[in-house]
T-cell receptor, first 111, second 112 residues
């Protein structure tokens, strides 16, 4: 059974460009989480969905960040415009009960 | 005070040694506790849940002290493959029990 799938795995872009990160959760999981991980701050929750509905987006750093979940098998995290301080690893995770299963992450570098 | 605090390490221990990590959390209403493991440049993966009575999984033992709000992880007979970062995780009560807060992790290096 496939785990959480994220794409792209690596993204290098220039400041000001739009970045879209994609996630496919594990089939049947009803929760989806977006995290950001940096050395300084560790793993931070950005937003999470339950049954495709955003529940808490208080972790989204600012209006440049947006996330959508149009259906149970797909979610996107968009940064527009991107800035160098957005450089981090972005993880998507899904869960059915208490255990969260993480995708391999997208390593984003904004020059 | 940070929500979940851990000693970042690194802990450098020889193979076969016993090593223990502690973690403190700030929200006394938290109900669920976990240890996750993260290998270098990989995603976090659940190592074990932590139950009130303490629990063991092979060489790993987890303990919870609600009064002092700390969680511990003990690894016996360390293996080279145990080298990783160990993340202490607690749920955020009231926000939905599935919302988790992660510590920054404790790095363990097991040396031959």
């Amino acid at each position: 059974d496939a785990g959480v799938i994220q794409s792209p795995r690596h993204e290098v872009t220039e400041m000001g460009q739009e970045v879209t990160l994609r996630c496919k959760p594990i089939s049947g999981h009803d929760y989806l989480f977006w995290y950001r991980q940096t050395m300084m701050r560790g793993l931070e929750l950005l937003i999470y969905f339950n049954n495709n509905v955003p529940i808490d987006d208080s972790g989204m750093p600012e209006d440049r960040f947006s996330a959508k979940m149009p259906n149970a098998s797909f979610s996107t995290l968009k940064i527009q415009p991107s800035e160098p301080r957005d450089s981090a690893v972005y993880f998507c995770a899904s869960s059915l009960n208490n255990e969260q299963f993480f995708g391999p992450g997208t390593r984003l570098t904004v020059l | 005070r940070k929500e979940v605090e851990q000693d970042p390490g690194p802990f450098n221990v020889p193979e076969g040694a016993t090593v223990a990590f502690n973690c403190t959390y700030s929200n006394s209403a938290s109900q669920s506790f976990f240890w996750y493991r993260q290998d270098c440049r990989k995603e976090p993966k659940l190592l074990m849940s932590v139950y009130s009575s303490g629990n063991e999984d092979g060489r790993f033992t987890a303990q919870l002290n609600r009064a002092s709000q700390y969680i511990s992880l003990l690894i016996r007979d360390s293996k080279l493959s145990d080298s990783a970062t160990y993340l202490c995780v607690v749920n955020n009560p009231g926000a939905g029990s599935y919302q988790l807060t992660f510590g920054k992790g404790t790095k363990l290096s097991v040396i031959p």
